[in-house]
């Protein structure tokens, strides 16, 4: 087993944890390590807002574009290939993991038996007004769907006719596949008004459902240092959470050495 030390950022989906992490790992030299599970997915990147190249730019950024949309994935599977990008750094290498899928960070913190010996670590979790949050979200899958979404979803269901359970379970690509028309010389054809608005809602509350669930997981399974999501202002967001980090410090997180079955961690 190797212990590392990490600095954690948690937050719901929409939230804005990304782009603070990825101004605070510019700014002090870390990597950042994803743990959201549908960031693993290679080709599935518009619709689960990955960050893309040019926004990775001066940072390095792991846990993302693992398997493909047809192979399953699991919280072990993550480990041991968060487990090989530690590897990968410097050991003086500050860490960042940053994400709101409670299991990978459960898998980092307790390996995966999910039961606590120790009270459960302090982490700081974005908190973001529920109206606010509703608002922002409503905005990305606008523009999602400006920036290509359909046809990112197209192209996917035409070299992998078949998804895995996993896969499947992303917000909005099955939705896609389900209400758009894809024919074979052209971009998609949306559903008519008002099916893609109602289409539009139904992402939503999907959406507002999954940042209830992530605050609720963050609430019992941590200890959660609120720290308030400065609007659009990734900058203001990363100062708060260094500001958090300032008074908990680093994580201790477990990682399975080369071989090692991830089954077998324990705290």
Do not use: N
Not at 37 to 61: C, H
Not at 99 to 124: I, K, M
Not at 210 to 218: E, N, P, V
Request: hydrophobic share 40%.
């Amino acid at each position: 087993m190797t212990r590392r030390k990490a600095y954690l950022l948690a937050g719901p989906t929409a939230g804005g944890k990304t782009a603070a992490a990825a101004v605070l790992a510019r700014e002090t030299g870390a990597a950042v390590l994803s743990a959201d599970s549908m960031l693993v997915y290679r080709g599935m990147d518009i619709g689960t807002a990955k960050p893309a190249p040019a926004e990775r730019e001066g940072y390095v950024l792991g846990g993302i574009d693992l398997a493909d949309p047809d192979e399953e994935f699991s919280a072990g599977a993550w480990l041991r290939a968060a487990a090989e990008f530690a590897r990968s750094l410097p050991p003086d290498k500050p860490l960042i993991v940053a994400g709101g899928t409670g299991l990978y960070f459960s898998a980092l913190l307790r390996g995966l038996d999910r039961e606590w010996s120790d009270p459960p670590p302090p982490c700081p979790y974005l908190d973001v007004p529920r109206d606010e949050l509703r608002r922002r979200a409503a905005a990305r899958i606008e523009a999602m769907f400006d920036a290509g979404w359909a046809r990112e979803v197209a192209g996917l269901a035409a070299k992998f006719p078949a998804w895995s359970r996993t896969a499947s379970c992303a917000i909005g690509y099955a939705e896609i596949r389900a209400g758009f028309s894809f024919p074979a010389d052209g971009d998609p054809v949306p559903p008519p008004e008002p099916l893609f608005s109602q289409m539009k809602e139904r992402l939503l509350v999907r959406t507002m459902r999954l940042a209830k669930h992530q605050a609720t997981w963050f609430r019992h399974q941590t200890s959660p240092i609120p720290v308030k999501a400065c609007g659009g202002d990734a900058s203001a967001t990363a100062r708060a959470v260094a500001g958090a980090w300032r008074e908990c410090g680093p994580a201790d997180i477990m990682l399975p050495g080369p071989g090692e079955f991830p089954e077998r961690v324990r705290r």
